[in-house]
């Protein structure tokens, strides 16, 4: 079956420093989606990327969808403590099924 | 505030028990998605349905099952609970059927089972 895999699991970062997470799916999906979750919180989307290459940005964040659509990644510009969270990517592979990738810790240290 | 209510926010009960969760979709939304996330663990699909027909199903146990009615709310029934079925429990809703919009997540439903 369809499988997505994060990495790292867990990312420390010091704020001020950036952070990446790289999401890597077993299959071709139809578009990907990224959702943050604070702690104790419940998921909330960041957005949607649907194009073979596609970039995206919202201010400090960079969203970036594969030339293959197998795999993407959320790059942080000068993390600050408001970023702490776990990030999922969220693979579709043109179902109804929306597989949540295995999520990346992120801890900001001032 | 995501318009997406999940009821109760916690439950404890004991194995062997059977419980059931509530999630009343956002207004307008058709589609109702289950998600189980263990103690520090990813979100596991469970099943989806739309305008009250189940459209995709994951991972679930056959001691599970959901159903949403004619009011467009889901239940999710869990029986013959495990310590394992410890989890937290989310409810998400979306306006259509195929994955290509955001989910809106509810705060979940937290089930202790002793």
């Known amino acids: 079956g369809q499988q997505v895999m994060q990495i790292p699991q867990y990312q420390h970062v010091q704020e001020g420093e950036d952070f990446t997470t790289y999401c890597n799916s077993s299959?071709?999906?139809?578009?990907i989606q990224w959702y943050k979750q604070r702690p104790g919180g419940h998921p909330v989307f960041l957005i949607q990327?649907?194009?073979?290459?596609e970039v995206k940005k919202q201010k400090r964040l960079t969203f970036q969808f594969g030339e293959a659509k197998k795999n993407s990644s959320l790059h942080i510009t000068a993390t600050q403590t408001t970023d702490v969270g776990t990030y999922f990517c969220a693979g579709n592979q043109n179902t109804d099924k929306l597989i949540f990738g295995t999520g990346t810790r992120l801890q900001v240290f001032p | 505030d995501s318009g997406v209510t999940q009821t109760p926010k916690h439950l404890i009960t004991a194995t062997g028990q059977r419980v059931t969760l509530r999630c009343s979709p956002r207004s307008g939304d058709l589609s109702v998605y289950w998600y189980q996330q263990s103690l520090d663990q990813g979100l596991q699909f469970l099943i989806q349905?739309?305008?009250?027909?189940?459209?995709a199903k994951g991972n679930i146990l056959e001691r599970f099952s959901a159903q949403q009615f004619p009011d467009l709310h889901s239940e999710l029934n869990l029986s013959s609970l495990e310590l394992g079925d410890s989890a937290l429990y989310f409810c998400?809703?979306?306006?259509?059927?195929?994955?290509?919009?955001?989910?809106?997540f509810g705060e979940g439903s937290r089930l202790t089972v002793l």
């Open positions: 990327l649907v194009k073979s290459g």
């Open positions: 349905y739309y305008n009250g027909e189940e459209r």
């Open positions: 998400a809703s979306s306006v259509g059927s195929l994955n290509t919009g955001e989910l809106f």
């Open positions: 299959t071709t999906l139809s578009n």
